[in-house]
Structure formats: structure tokens, C-alpha cells
């Protein structure tokens, strides 16, 4: 069932556990203005303190996915408002990762500059074969330095210095070798791939997906051993909750497993 909610910048779709959502400003490429990405942050933390809901898409209405912050907004601004401007833009890109279900990034045609930083951002990315990916603010003497942080950590050094120093683009299969894409399909299935990728993880407990994704970004940057006796004790608080007893059980009596959500 669709349902577009009050915001001027996001359309919102609920299904079945699964919240899309859709920036709305066809018009300007769905720029991220200060109020788009003020909407985006609020409607995810809404939809993070949710048991109903257990996957996120975001995706782009019209000609573009994101084509990066709003320029015309930044034009001729002082120091406190840039300041402003890219600290909302890192809360953003922060509260993704720490929503406890899974984002998945749905990409067509262009995502350049903080459109890439929120694609990157997110924990999964399926874009359309015609779709492409860019950190282009050396062309127009603003270095991507706050997308540089998702990127470098999605493609690696050199492949990501590579896009930040030239800023030109890379097609969607050259992304999804780099790392940036977990998937290129046709432009027409974009939309129903991405959907089954998103219901394929409703079907886990809401519980679990949480703790696995919290424990993901917390272990990725730590070295193995500290790693290890991080995850460890993750997973042995896991297996006491009722999901993971119930999971086990459904698995050996080969029958559905029912999720509690503790």
C-alpha cells in the first residue's frame, strides 16, 4: 500500500515490512538540501524505533537518483552555514548506518557527489545497468571530502582516489567490480530486483538483522583479535534471545520459523 506522507522532499511506501523511500525532487535531481536531508534523517530514525518495519529502500524519483548537494544552496554562503550544511549531511549518513534495519540504495541514472556519498552509505546497492557514479566536485574547485569517507571505505584507495581526483564517472558494472554495487540489473527490473532483495531479508527476524547489522560496523574497522572478542560475545548474547532458539528449532523440526522480536 502506497502512502505519501507529509513531507515536501520524500514520498513514503509501505509493504509488507519494507518502507521505501523516494526523494522527490525530480526538478533539481534530488539535490540534498538541508531539507531533504533533514527529512531523510528524521524519517529514518522514525522508521529505526519501528518492529513493523524491517527494510529500507531509498530511491530517487525522476531523471536522476541524487545528483549531490543543492548548489544553489551553497552558493555564496558564510563559514557557519557550510560548517552546518555538511554536518547535517554526516548525520545523515550516520543515522543510515545506524538504523537497525538493513538500507538498501536503489540506483538509476546518476548518483554524483553526496548522491554517491549516500549510496555508498548505504548497507546494500542495486543500481540499473544505465546508471553511473561520480565525485566530481574537483571539477568545480569543492574537493569531495565528506563523500570520500562512505566511498573509500565501499571501493578502496586507489579506485576511490582514482574517482576523487578525476571526477569522472564510473558506469554501474565498473562499480559493482569496485565494490560500490552489490548488483547491476536491467533499468526495467530495478525496481522488482531491488524489491525482492529487500523482502528476501524481511523474511529474517527483525531482532537478529539488527544485532547482525550493529555488530557489522562496529567489528569492520577493529583489528581480528579485538575483532573476534567483539563478535564472540555478540553472538553468544544472540543465541540467548527467543528468535535464535526459535530459528534453531524451526531449522531442525523443518518448519517456518515464527519471529518474536526478542
Not at 562512505?150 to 558506469?171: F, Y
Not at 552489490?182 to 531479508?201: G, P, Y
Not at 583479535?225 to 523440526?253: C, H, P, W
Amino acid at each position: 500500500m502506497a502512502n505519501e506522507n507529509a513531507q515536501k522532499n520524500l514520498i513514503v511506501e509501505e509493504e509488507a515490512g519494507l518502507v521505501t523511500l523516494t526523494m522527490n525532487r525530480p526538478e533539481k535531481r534530488n539535490a540534498l538540501s538541508t531539507a531533504m536531508m533533514t527529512e531523510l534523517t528524521a524519517e529514518l530514525r522514525a522508521i529505526g524505533k519501528r518492529a513493523d518495519a524491517r527494510a529500507v529502500i531509498i530511491a530517487g524519483n525522476g531523471p536522476a537518483f541524487s545528483a549531490g548537494h543543492d548548489l544553489g544552496e551553497l552558493k555564496g554562503r558564510d563559514l557557519a552555514f557550510y560548517r552546518y550544511e555538511f554536518d547535517l549531511c554526516a548525520q545523515l549518513m550516520q543515522t543510515i548506518q545506524a538504523t537497525p534495519q538493513p538500507v538498501i540504495a536503489r540506483v538509476h541514472a546518476i548518483a554524483t557527489a553526496a548522491g554517491c556519498q549516500l549510496a555508498a552509505t548505504c548497507d546494500l546497492v542495486v543500481a540499473g545497468e544505465s546508471a553511473s557514479f561520480a565525485t566530481p566536485g574537483v571539477r568545480i574547485g569543492l574537493f569531495c571530502s565528506t563523500p570520500m569517507v562512505a566511498l573509500t571505505r565501499a571501493v578502496g584507495r586507489k579506485h576511490a582516489m582514482e574517482m576523487l581526483l578525476t571526477g569522472q564517472p564510473v558506469n554501474a558494472r565498473t562499480a559493482a567490480e569496485w565494490g560500490l554495487v552489490n548488483r547491476v540489473v536491467s533499468d526495467a527490473e530495478l525496481v522488482a530486483q531491488t524489491r525482492k532483495l529487500a523482502m528476501q531479508i524481511v523474511e529474517a527476524s527483525p531482532l537478529v538483522i539488527g544485532i547482525g547489522k550493529q555488530a557489522f560496523y562496529a567489528q569492520i574497522d577493529l583489528d581480528t583479535v579485538k575483532a573476534y572478542d567483539y563478535t564472540k560475545e555478540v553472538m553468544s548474547q544472540n543465541a540467548m534471545a527467543s528468535d535464535a532458539r526459535e530459528g534453531i528449532a524451526a531449522f531442525l523440526e523443518k518448519r517456518k520459523p515464527i519471529w518474536r522480536g526478542k
